[in-house]
């Protein structure tokens, strides 16, 4: 009868050691399970949260794009504004000296013989004031000269330019005479009106002003 007991005890603590196994079993299945579902979660998530940073970096990188673009536009008209700006005051200067450039037109030198080894000139100032520091040179040019062209006309060791210079020019004609070795085939003139503006008449009639 004790034998019986002892084992029936021995049985009864072995179906509770394998009970207790299995339960041990299942939970560890259960918790690999939930640890697996919560990697996959994880891994979802970090996707998620990947695909977000990148498409907000995308986003920020276009944005950035964007702005540059529009600083770049910007700093374009800003040139460009500049520029118009410039012409604006070119074209008003320009208008200012319209009526002082037409009167400094009214001043014509020619040319009109050879008299004593000298080259006479026939002067009429027609600008409706007498105008100071005539200069009038003969050049030897096939085109149209123009005020930062003249200089090379002369260059520095050449033959000195047959030239006349008054002091003042009263309204009206007057004559005068070159002086100088050379006699070139074209006159060109700068003078002063009674504002003490100074002003250069190429050969072509053309108009440029010097300034004060």
């Not at 979660?41 to 498409?55: D, E, I, M, P």
């Not at 003042?168 to 002063?192: N, P």
Request: glycine share 10%; proline share 2%; charged share 20%.
């Amino acid at each position: 009868m004790m034998k019986e007991k002892n084992w029936l005890t021995w049985l009864t603590v072995l179906a509770l050691v394998v009970g207790l196994g299995f339960a041990a079993m299942g939970a560890s299945v259960w918790l690999s399970a939930q640890a697996a579902k919560q990697t996959q979660r994880n891994s979802q998530l970090a996707g998620q949260l990947y695909q977000a940073s990148r498409t907000k970096s995308q986003e920020a990188s276009s944005i950035k794009k964007r702005l540059d673009k529009l600083a770049s536009d910007n700093s374009s008209l800003k040139k460009k504004n500049s520029r118009l700006a410039k012409e604006n005051q070119a074209l008003k200067q320009a208008n200012q000296d319209l009526p002082a450039a037409s009167a400094a037109a009214g001043l014509n030198v020619w040319e009109t013989e050879e008299k004593g080894g000298k080259l006479q000139l026939k002067i009429d100032n027609q600008t409706g004031q007498a105008v100071s520091d005539l200069l009038v040179l003969a050049v030897a040019a096939n085109g149209r000269i123009t005020l930062n062209s003249l200089p090379s006309y002369f260059p520095v060791g050449g033959v000195k330019p047959r030239y006349f210079y008054r002091k003042k020019v009263a309204i009206g004609g007057t004559e005068g005479s070159l002086t100088g070795a050379y006699a070139g085939s074209d006159m060109v003139c700068l003078f002063a009106d009674a504002s003490g503006v100074y002003w250069f008449k190429g050969n072509r009639g053309q108009i440029e002003k010097i300034g004060s």
